[in-house]
C-alpha cells in the first residue's frame, strides 16, 4: 500500500473514532499504526537473511564435520560437553554426529534444492502458462486439461514413485519438484494473461504493430512480474516442506548428504529418549518456511496492484490490503 | 443445467483417462517387477515363464488397452506381493481411511469455522491478529512435523493418547488434528476473507436496517455468502484427503490406503500404488464435481451464466 493512501486511511479512522476515545481503543490505534508499517516483511527478511547466511558460512564458523561419527558421544543433549569433550550446541544424533553441524549442512542442501526446483518450475509453469494465454483456446484446453490432471494426482504419492523409480539423487529430487509444481505458476499467469489481453494498452501496442513476440516480452511478461514473484516466493516455501517430506519418507535425498527430512526421520525412534534429534532440524524447516511464507505475504500486499483498489463503502483502501479473495489468488 | 453438467462430467472423465495413462506410465518405468521377487537362483526359463504369466512381454499398446480394459472392468492389476487383485487389497484399508478424511474435516470445520467468521467480524482485533498468526504457523508446520510434535506432547511426555495404530476414538485425535490442523489454517485465512468481501456488500446494510438481529445478518446473509469460495477449496481438500494422508498414516501407523501405498512404493509393489493413485484421482474429481454441482445449487449467478 502506498504511504498517501496509509496517512488518509488512519486520519479517516482517527476522525471516525473520537467519539470512542478510551485508552483501550487509543492503545487500539497505536497498535493499527504499528501494523500499517508492516514490520512482517521486515521481520521475516531478516529471519531468511540469518537462515542463508548460515546455511552458506555456518559450516566455515562452526568447523565440526557434519559426518563425524563419535558413537560414545552419541545422544547427548544440546548445550552440553560430550564424553569426547567437545562442546555440542545443538546435542548430537543416535551416532554422535553434531546437529548443529548436520543442522547447517541440511539448510544448504534444502535451500539450494527449493531454489534450484523453483527456478526451473517457474520457468516452465510461466512459459507454458504465458503460451495458454496468447495462443488461443486449443492449447488452452490442453494445458488446462494437463493441470487438472495434476492437481487429480496425489502430489506425494507420485513423488515417492518417481524418486524411487529413478534412484536417490539431488537431481531426481528437482525434477520430481518441479514436475509437481509447475501448474502453481501455470495457473496463475493464464489467468493474468487472459486478463491483460482485454486491456487497452495490448491492443494499442498491436496496433502500432508489435508482433507476437514482443507482445509477449515486452508488454505481457513484465506485468505478470510481480505475480510470479509472489507465487514464487509461496513456492520455494512449499518445496523445501515437499523435499523434506520425500526425504523423510526415506526417497528423497540420498542418505549421505545430511538433510532436514533425513534427519527428522532418523529421529523419530529416538523421540521418547532424545527429543533434539527430530525437533531442532524440524524447528529449522519451520522456522524457514515461516519466514518465506511471510515473506510472500509481504509481497503480495506491495507487489500485487488490484490489492489496493477501494472498497465497496468507503472508497478507502483496505488497511490490511486484502482486497482479493484468496480464491483467486490459488 | 443438464449441459453444464454433462460437459463437467466428461471433462472429469477425460481427465481419469489421462489419469490412468499416467499411472499405467509408472508401471513402465518402474521395470521388471519380476526380477525384484524371484530368488536369485531362478533359471532364465522360469523367469521368461513369470513374464509371460503377468503378461510382461507383450508391446507396449497392447499392455496399456489390457490395463484400460481391465481398468473398466474393475480390474486394478495384480498385488505382487500380497497375492490378491490390488483394489482388494486398497479395498480394505478404505475404511480406515475415510474415517481419518471425516475426523480430519471435522477438525477443519471446528477451527475453521469459528476462527475465519469472528477474526472477520472482529477485523484488527488482537483474536484477529491470533488467528492470522496461527494460521501462517500451522500452514508453514510441515505434517511430519506437526504429528512429532503432538506424539512428543501428548504420547511421551503427558501420556494422554497412544502414539499408533487404530482402534479407539483416543487413536484418531492426534492424526485427524494433524492433518485437520494443516488445511484449517488455510480455510480460516480464506474465510476471513471471503466474509470481509461480503462484509461491504449493500445487502448486508440492507440487512442490518431490516433491523435483522446481528446473528443472523452475520450467520445467514454473510456466512452463506461466503462460503462459496471455501466450499471449492474444501472440496478440493476432501478429494485429496480421501486419497489417504501419505504422510500423517505413515507417522501413526494409521492402517489407510496412504501407508499401504508407502509401504507398496518401497517394495515396488506398483500395482498397489496405481490402484492407489486411480482411486485418489477419482475421489478428487467426483468430489469436484459435486462440488461444482452444489455450487450451481447454491448460487443461482452461476447457474445463468454458465450454462
Known amino acids: 500500500m502506498s504511504e498517501p493512501y496509509a496517512t488518509a486511511a488512519r486520519q479517516a479512522h482517527a476522525k471516525e473514532r473520537i467519539t470512542w476515545f478510551t485508552p483501550r481503543r487509543v492503545l487500539a490505534d497505536r497498535l493499527a499504526v504499528v501494523h500499517s508499517l508492516r514490520p512482517k516483511g521486515v521481520f521475516a527478511a531478516m529471519i531468511l537473511i540469518i537462515v542463508v547466511l548460515s546455511a552458506f558460512f555456518g559450516n566455515a564458523i562452526w568447523q565440526v564435520d557434519p559426518s563425524f561419527q563419535q558413537l560414545s558421544a552419541r545422544l547427548v543433549p544440546p548445550l552440553s560437553v560430550g564424553s569426547d569433550g567437545v562442546y555440542h550446541l545443538f546435542g548430537t544424533d543416535h551416532l554422535g554426529r553434531d546437529l548443529l553441524a548436520r543442522t547447517l549442512a541440511g539448510a544448504r542442501i534444502s535451500l539450494l534444492v527449493a531454489l534450484l526446483a523453483m527456478c526451473v518450475a517457474a520457468v516452465v509453469g510461466v512459459s507454458v502458462g504465458l503460451a495458454s494465454?496468447?495462443?488461443g483456446s486449443r492449447v488452452d484446453h490442453a494445458v488446462m486439461t494437463c493441470v487438472d490432471v495434476q492437481l487429480a494426482l496425489p502430489f506425494t504419492l507420485l513423488a515417492i514413485s518417481i524418486a524411487t523409480i529413478t534412484g536417490p539423487s539431488l537431481m531426481n529430487v528437482i525434477v520430481v519438484l518441479t514436475a509437481t509444481s509447475w501448474v502453481a505458476f501455470a495457473r496463475v499467469v493464464r489467468s493474468q494473461v487472459l486478463s491483460l489481453r482485454e486491456m487497452e494498452f495490448i491492443s494499442a501496442a498491436r496496433?502500432?504493430?508489435?508482433?507476437?513476440?514482443?507482445?509477449l516480452v515486452r508488454h505481457l511478461l513484465?506485468?505478470?512480474?510481480s505475480i510470479i514473484i509472489v507465487i514464487s516466493s509461496f513456492a520455494a516455501a512449499r518445496m523445501i516442506v515437499a523435499e523434506a517430506t520425500i526425504s523423510f519418507l526415506g526417497v528423497g535425498v540420498p542418505s549421505w548428504i545430511p538433510s532436514w527430512g533425513s534427519m527428522i526421520s532418523e529421529g523419530r525412534t529416538y523421540l521418547p529418549v532424545a527429543w533434539w534429534v527430530a525437533i531442532i532440524p524440524g524447528g529449522a524447516i519451520t522456522v524457514s518456511v515461516i519466514a518465506i511464507n511471510l515473506l510472500g505475504d509481504w509481497l503480495r500486499d506491495r507487489l500485487d496492484p488490484r490489492l489496493t483498489s477501494p472498497n465497496g463503502l468507503t472508497g478507502l483502501p483496505r488497511r490490511n490490503g486484502r482486497g482479493r479473495s484468496d480464491a483467486e489468488r490459488a | 443445467m443438464i449441459?453444464?453438467?454433462?460437459?463437467?462430467?466428461v471433462r472429469g472423465l477425460v481427465v481419469l483417462l489421462l489419469v490412468s495413462m499416467v499411472v499405467f506410465g509408472i508401471s513402465l518405468i518402474s521395470g521388471d517387477p519380476i526380477t525384484l521377487l524371484i530368488p536369485i537362483e531362478t533359471s532364465p526359463e522360469q523367469l521368461e515363464e513369470l513374464r509371460n504369466a503377468y503378461g510382461l512381454n507383450d508391446p507396449i499398446p497392447a499392455r496399456m488397452g489390457r490395463f484400460l480394459e481391465g481398468l473398466f472392468r474393475g480390474d486394478l492389476g495384480y498385488s505382487f506381493r500380497y497375492q490378491q487383485p490390488a483394489f482388494s487389497v486398497v479395498a480394505e484399508r478404505l475404511g480406515a481411511t475415510i474415517e481419518?478424511?471425516?475426523a480430519a474435516m471435522l477438525v477443519i470445520l471446528l477451527v475453521a469455522l469459528p476462527a475465519g467468521v469472528v477474526s472477520a467480524v472482529k477485523r484488527d482485533s488482537s483474536f484477529d491478529t491470533v488467528v492470522m498468526a496461527g494460521s501462517v504457523l500451522g500452514h508453514s508446520l510441515p505434517s511430519f512435523f506437526l504429528g512429532l510434535l503432538l506424539i512428543y506432547l501428548f504420547s511421551v511426555t503427558l501420556h494422554i493418547f497412544p502414539t499408533s495404530g487404530r482402534g479407539t476414538l483416543a487413536h484418531i485425535v492426534m492424526p485427524a488434528l494433524t492433518l485437520?490442523?494443516?488445511?484449517a489454517g488455510r480455510a480460516a485465512r480464506l474465510l476471513r476473507s471471503s466474509m470481509l468481501d461480503v462484509l461491504h456488500q449493500e445487502y448486508m446494510r440492507t440487512a442490518r436496517a431490516k433491523g435483522l438481529a446481528e446473528r443472523i445478518v452475520i450467520g445467514r446473509h454473510a456466512l452463506r455468502n461466503a462460503s462459496l469460495p471455501v466450499?471449492?477449496?474444501l472440496g478440493l481438500e476432501l478429494g485429496g484427503l480421501l486419497g489417504g494422508a501419505v504422510v500423517t498414516e505413515t507417522i501413526f501407523a494409521w492402517p489407510g490406503i496412504g501407508k499401504l501405498a508407502v509401504e507398496a512404493v518401497i517394495a515396488r509393489d506398483f500395482p498397489i500404488v496405481q490402484a492407489v493413485v486411480l482411486l485418489t484421482a477419482t475421489a478428487f474429481v467426483v468430489v469436484n464435481l459435486i462440488v461444482d454441482l452444489l455450487y450451481g445449487l447454491?448460487?443461482?449467478?452461476?447457474?445463468?451464466?454458465?450454462t
Open chain 2, 298 to 306: 447454491l448460487d443461482p449467478r452461476v447457474r445463468l451464466t454458465r
Open chain 2, 3 to 9: 449441459y453444464y453438467i454433462i460437459g463437467r462430467a
Open chain 2, 180 to 183: 485437520g490442523l494443516f488445511y
Open chain 2, 231 to 233: 466450499l471449492t477449496i
Open chain 1, 207 to 215: 496496433s502500432l504493430g508489435c508482433g507476437p513476440g514482443r507482445l
Open chain 2, 100 to 102: 481419518l478424511a471425516f
Open chain 1, 222 to 225: 513484465p506485468n505478470c512480474a
Open chain 1, 133 to 135: 494465454g496468447v495462443f
